[in-house]
């Protein structure tokens, strides 16, 4: 009687052949190889559809081989930036094909986001870059926000919503809100901070980004009340 157990080894026996083969540089053909393993053709659709989503093959004429690549590909750091600028929820980001089509250089793009551009390009560059490090480092900065200084403040994002980037920061155990239009200089400390992971769930919630060009009248309400 066969088991479970048994399918799952034939699986992975199958699988490994596939991929040795793939490496090698070596053209499979469904028909042969469902005579070797005595599967269906569509089971073997599914080997390379599915399960073996992540290698970078092409489909021709009924046999699947790697892709050949002619020059340097940057894959994996566009499924990371994907990833890490949050617009993974609007772009599958695992189907490669796609991002090969987005990516490349020939031709127009076939797909494009719309959202709005800046109103005006951010006026200290160097200063979203510093940010952006500072982030990465938790290291504390002073700010020199339209002439006023903001000193001990942990950068915890940069957020683009509704045509403005914003900065969000603690200090003072308290959540601020920086416009970077407004952002005159940056001073990196030599202080570090701790990172929250509570506070990384919060600021990439849909419910905070949106409500962040309006964080500063929000806050200002919730202070009223409290006095």
Request: with cysteine; charged share 25%.
């Given at each position: 009687?066969?088991?479970?157990?048994?399918?799952?080894?034939?699986?992975?026996?199958?699988?490994?052949?596939?991929?040795?083969?793939?490496?090698?540089?070596?053209?499979?053909?469904?028909?042969?190889?469902?005579?070797?393993?005595?599967?269906?053709?569509?089971?073997?659709?599914?080997?390379?559809?599915?399960?073996?989503?992540?290698?970078?093959?092409?489909?021709?004429?009924?046999?699947?081989?790697?892709?050949?690549?002619?020059?340097?590909?940057?894959?994996?750091?566009?499924?990371?930036?994907?990833?890490?600028?949050?617009?993974?929820?609007?772009?599958?980001?695992?189907?490669?094909?796609?991002?090969?089509?987005?990516?490349?250089?020939?031709?127009?793009?076939?797909?494009?986001?719309?959202h709005g551009g800046l109103p005006s390009p951010v006026t200290q560059t160097t200063c979203f870059l510093e940010l952006a490090e500072a982030?990465?480092?938790?290291?504390?900065?002073?700010?020199?926000?339209?002439?006023?200084?903001?000193?001990?403040?942990?950068?915890?994002?940069?957020?683009?919503?509704?045509?403005?980037?914003?900065?969000?920061?603690?200090?003072?155990?308290?959540?601020?809100?920086?416009?970077?239009?407004?952002?005159?200089?940056?001073?990196?400390?030599?202080?570090?901070?701790?990172?929250?992971?509570?506070?990384?769930?919060?600021?990439?919630?849909?419910?905070?980004?949106?409500?962040?060009?309006?964080?500063?009248?929000?806050?200002?309400?919730?202070?009223?009340?409290?006095?």
């Amino acid at each position: 009687m066969k088991t479970q157990h048994d399918h799952y080894d034939r699986l992975s026996v199958r699988l490994s052949v596939i991929i040795s083969r793939l490496l090698a540089g070596q053209s499979l053909e469904l028909k042969a190889l469902a005579n070797e393993f005595g599967v269906s053709e569509r089971t073997l659709q599914r080997d390379f559809q599915q399960r073996l989503i992540h290698l970078d093959l092409e489909h021709s004429s009924g046999c699947y081989r790697l892709m050949r690549r002619t020059g340097r590909e940057h894959l994996p750091n566009t499924f990371a930036f994907i990833l890490n600028s949050g617009i993974s929820g609007i772009i599958p980001a695992q189907n490669r094909r796609l991002i090969r089509l987005i990516t490349s250089s020939s031709g127009g793009s076939p797909c494009l986001i719309g959202h709005g551009g800046l109103p005006s390009p951010v006026t200290q560059t160097t200063c979203f870059l510093e940010l952006a490090e500072a982030i990465r480092d938790y290291r504390a900065v002073t700010l020199l926000v339209n002439g006023k200084s903001y000193e001990g403040v942990a950068p915890r994002r940069l957020i683009f919503q509704s045509r403005n980037w914003f900065l969000v920061a603690t200090r003072a155990r308290k959540l601020q809100v920086f416009r970077m239009e407004d952002v005159n200089a940056v001073t990196v400390l030599d202080t570090s901070f701790r990172r929250k992971p509570e506070l990384d769930a919060l600021t990439a919630s849909e419910e905070f980004i949106s409500a962040l060009p309006h964080f500063r009248f929000i806050s200002d309400v919730i202070q009223t009340f409290r006095e």
